[in-house]
């Protein structure tokens, strides 16, 4: 408790959060502004001045292009 968890990637702190407890929820509002494409994320945390290395990267997808529709004409009438 009382470390600061960042998420990252690369050089960009994409999320934060204070540690509360065993485990930590951190909210990653900046990673849209990365763009379109695969980010490689981190976790790093702080505790008195000492970072820890990075966690395993974990892959995050963005894709803020929403699906073509199907017209209903073109949908299928039933189910095998």
């Known amino acids: ?25 951190v909210t990653a509002n900046l990673i849209a502004q990365l763009g379109q494409g695969t980010h490689q994320v981190v976790a790093t945390q702080t505790l008195n001045g000492v970072t820890t290395n990075p966690t395993a ?8 292009v929403a699906p073509v529709s199907i017209a209903a004409n073109k949908l299928p009438t039933n189910a095998n």
Request: aromatic share 0%.
């Open 57 to 64: 990267p974990i892959s995050v997808t963005v894709d803020s």
């Open 1 to 25: 408790a009382g470390a600061t968890v960042n998420l990252r990637v690369g050089g960009t702190i994409v999320g934060t959060a204070l540690a509360s407890g065993s485990s930590t929820t």
